[in-house]
């Protein structure tokens, strides 16, 4: 086969770059805004292949995408995070869980589509190329597609929410996921009403985003630029 030629390596266009910048300052974690609207299947399509586009150590593509849209199925995984998010709720203390009581976590029946994203840790073979001295990569790749997929859906008016307030073996007994297959994220997706202008949690007092200065060092840990 003959090796691709490489093609141009320059910036883009300013309204392109503009537009990237645009999805990643306007990406928000969904909750409560879903609308009942189903997505368009060339829609999710192409949210999918910006998922599958992501990179991956080695070129494994460990990642596998678990399409939910049974009622059954939602309410089974309802259930499970409900039974983890009281467990999570009791360690915090005073004012903290309080304010934790009142945070809505999950859009798992409002959403109109969720979406299990995995990782299949024996994709590519006992030895893959990268993943030889860092073991987890494979999970980081598909956290790579992750973003990827909600990049893609906030260009495409699509809200996205991530529930990871489970126990990993009562998402696992749900989906009869193998062994060797991890779930990395289970998303729930759809058209929404509105989007917050800074993160949620923001919004609502429970955190601020850290000033990029005090996060940079130089050389070694510690270090001002």
């Not at 030895?127 to 909600?150: E, I, P």
Request: with cysteine; hydrophobic share 45%.
């Amino acid at each position: 086969m003959q090796p691709t030629r490489p093609g141009p390596a320059g910036p883009f266009a300013a309204s392109e770059r503009d537009a990237v910048y645009r999805a990643i300052h306007e990406r928000r974690d969904v909750r409560g805004q879903f609308l009942p609207d189903p997505i368009d299947p060339a829609v999710l399509r192409r949210i999918l292949e910006a998922a599958h586009a992501a990179p991956s150590v080695g070129l494994s593509q460990p990642w596998n995408f678990l399409l939910v849209r049974s009622a059954e199925t939602k309410a089974r995984v309802r259930a499970a995070f409900e039974r983890a998010d009281a467990e999570a709720q009791a360690r915090f203390e005073g004012e903290r869980r309080r304010l934790y009581s009142e945070l809505k976590l999950q859009g798992i029946a409002e959403a109109p589509l969720n979406l299990l994203v995995t990782c299949d840790r024996e994709r590519g073979g006992p030895v893959v190329l990268g993943r030889t001295h860092q073991l987890d990569t494979d999970l980081y790749s598909t956290v790579c597609a992750v973003q990827n997929l909600w990049l893609a859906a906030r260009a495409e008016g699509i809200g996205v929410g991530w529930v990871s307030i489970f126990r990993d073996a009562d998402l696992r007994a749900i989906f009869a996921l193998p062994e060797r297959v991890v779930p990395v994220a289970y998303l729930c997706l759809g058209h929404v009403r509105e989007l917050y202008d800074r993160p949620e949690l923001a919004v609502r007092g429970w955190g601020a985003r850290l000033p990029l200065d005090d996060l940079v060092f130089e050389d070694r840990w510690g270090a001002r630029p």
